[in-house]
T-cell receptor, first 113, second 110 residues
Framework: DVKVTQSSRYLVKRTGEKVFLECVQDMDHENMFWYRQDPGLGLRLIYFSYDVKMKEKGDIPEGYSVSREKKERFSLILESASTNQTSMYLC????????????FGPGTRLTVT | DAKTTQPPSMDCAEGRAANLPCNHS???????VYWYRQIHSQGPQYIIHGLKNNETNEMASLIITEDRKSSTLILPHATLRDTAVYYC???????????FGKGTKLSVIP
């Protein structure tokens, strides 16, 4: 099974801080994704990457950036955290053309105060 | 517009088969049906997917009607650990995004 790990389960940051969320997968999968999940809004795609150094915007990229320097690692960066970025952040990975067979990490619950 | 319709909640007795229905009457010929579940406080978990044939894996079976307008996910012997929200997702090529609806909250009762 694909294992996707995220650097923290819970994180508390202050408004204006730069925040790094790290995601690592161990199955050499090409595609990696960052979602956020909020009550009543479901999962929303922030960014995805289909190869090293490649990235595409999802539905809600504003206020976020990403980095994929190595195939196994996909980082989500909040340049200046705001309270409306308080959310559950989920990373996922999938292989090649099996785009929608996504394997998710446990999530990071980020609180911005 | 929602592509799928699922009942908001269902109960199932432990050890019994759980049959979770999904309507997708507007599905097009090249769209697949995917099922995921999300156990409380965890990330979603991929279960199974299919195009038009029935599919089975170690977790579940997927039955798709001949007209492809509906499907049923079957957990053959539900356990308490199967309590989760189950999402039926219709997905085709041309997008990388999984679109999760509201799903069905399945409660497995001892």
């Amino acid at each position: 099974d694909v294992k996707v790990t995220q650097s923290s389960r819970y994180l508390v940051k202050r408004t204006g801080e730069k925040v790094f969320l790290e995601c690592v997968q161990d199955m050499d999968h090409e595609n990696m994704f960052w979602y956020r999940q909020d009550p009543g809004l479901g999962l929303r795609l922030i960014y995805f990457s289909y190869d090293v150094k490649m990235k595409e915007k999802g539905d809600i990229p504003e206020g976020y950036s990403v980095s994929r320097e190595k195939k196994e690692r996909f980082s989500l960066i909040l340049e200046s955290a705001s309270t409306n970025q308080t959310s559950m952040y989920l990373c996922a990975a999938s292989g090649g053309d099996r785009v929608f067979e996504q394997y998710f990490g446990p999530g990071t619950r980020l609180t911005v105060t | 517009d929602a592509k799928t319709t699922q009942p908001p909640s269902m109960d199932c007795a432990e050890g019994r088969a759980a049959n979770l229905p999904c309507n997708h009457s507007t599905i097009s010929g090249n769209e697949y049906v995917y099922w995921y579940r999300q156990i409380h406080s965890q990330g979603p978990q991929y279960i199974i997917h299919g195009l038009k044939n029935n599919e089975t894996n170690e977790m579940a079976s997927l039955i798709i009607t001949e007209d492809r307008k509906s499907s049923t996910l079957i957990l053959p012997h539900a356990t308490l650990r199967d309590t989760a929200v189950y999402y039926c997702i219709v997905q085709g090529a041309g997008s990388y995004q999984l679109t999760f609806g509201k799903g069905t909250k399945l409660s497995v009762i001892p």
